[in-house]
């Protein structure tokens, strides 16, 4: 499957698979490489949804439905605070 049409669920996925077998399998040197390559397109594409995502939520936020501090009270009932 071309990784741009992948959803972020998809790609994030298949990444996490690539790193579990880039850290458990003894695999040849071009192998790992060629793992790596595709990994780094997996993230710079799930990086992508991301931003995407946060410039939808700033345009909604900006567009005075909501407020940060409606924001933050939505996080904390949520336990989301780290």
């Known amino acids: 499957m071309d990784i ?3 959803s ?3 790609a994030i996925s298949k990444l996490e698979t690539l790193i579990e077998e880039l850290e458990n399998e003894e695999c040849p040197l ?4 060629s793992k790596f390559r595709k990994g780094i397109h997996l993230y710079n594409h ?3 949804i991301l931003k995407k995502a946060e ?3 700033k345009i909604i936020l900006e567009d005075g439905t909501s407020s940060l501090s409606e924001l933050d009270a939505l996080r904390e009932t ?3 605070y780290y």
């Open 55 to 57: 410039g939808e939520v």
């Open 8 to 10: 972020y669920e998809e």
């Open 46 to 48: 799930c990086n992508s």
């Open 4 to 6: 741009n049409k992948m």
């Open 30 to 33: 071009e192998d790992s490489i």
């Open 78 to 80: 949520e336990n989301e």
